[in-house]
């Protein structure tokens, strides 16, 4: 999928892009405000202290730097792979887009993706894709509806045209992301309290596939637009 395996900022034309599959969303749970509160502020500790961990920040004997920097958020290997195991676990501290003044790209990954989206109080998450989600539901079963929405993707070349499909993860809310390989997603919080718990289940796969030198989120990313377009482009949600 890369044109060069270790690139962190590999852009692809959106012009010519198609997804190769959907997202596949579920709603998981909503809980008191207090209680979601909590349970973020518990897992973007984790991140926090990371962040400021020496050892963390620096590459351990197999070589892995487990705190990382992404577009979205800072990011923290929970779970390393290992040889009879290919599959790693990573916790994402967002941004608020709103504070930072842009948003992430649109962007695919070198290999699928299993997310579980929390939010706090005060907070949303906009997801979005240039195809439209499958969001799951089971009667009886599942607590909550999506609100979901369609605009223009912002900052694209001149002439070309694409729809974003957009959905909202509600404030104190729990909702799973099944994201194949090389389908488009943009993820990006407004306020405070958002954190995502990710199970990348080919890691070791797929940077044996794109022959990479290491684990580096930025590298089993393509991007889908050049720079990171402007806060308003993403934090404008349906109320």
């Keep these: ?9 590999e852009v692809h034309d959106v012009a010519e892009f198609t997804d190769a599959a959907r997202n596949v969303v579920t709603p998981v749970l909503q809980l008191p405000e207090d209680i979601a509160l909590a349970v973020v502020n518990a897992f973007t500790k984790v991140v926090r ?16 730097t487990r705190f990382q920097t992404f577009e ?10 290992f040889d009879d195991f290919f599959a790693d676990r990573y916790l994402m501290d967002f941004y608020n887009v709103e504070e930072r003044g842009v948003c992430s790209r649109m962007h695919m990954h070198t290999g699928l993706r299993f997310v579980r989206m929390m939010t706090g109080p005060d907070t949303r998450i906009r ?11 089971v009667t009886g079963v599942t607590p909550f509806s999506l609100r979901s929405f ?13 729809t974003r499909y957009n959905l909202v993860v509600p404030p104190c809310s729990f909702v799973d992301m099944q994201i194949p390989r090389g389908v488009s997603h943009q993820f990006n919080a407004v306020g405070e309290h958002a954190v995502i718990d990710s199970v990348h289940p080919e890691e070791s796969v797929e940077t044996f596939r794109e022959k990479m030198s290491g684990f580096k989120m930025m590298a089993q990313t393509v991007f889908l637009a050049d720079e990171l377009p402007a806060s308003d482009t993403c934090a404008d949600l349906p109320t």
């Design 127 to 137: 997801v979005s894709s240039l195809s439209p989600f499958e969001i799951t539901g």
């Design 49 to 64: 202290d990371a962040k400021r961990s020496e050892s963390a920040t620096t590459r351990n004997k197999d070589g892995i």
């Design 1 to 9: 999928m890369k044109r060069e395996a270790n690139a962190e900022n």
């Design 72 to 81: 979205e958020g800072d990011v923290y290997m929970l779970e390393a792979p």
């Design 150 to 162: 369609e605009d223009a993707l912002p900052d694209t070349p001149p002439g070309v045209e694409r």
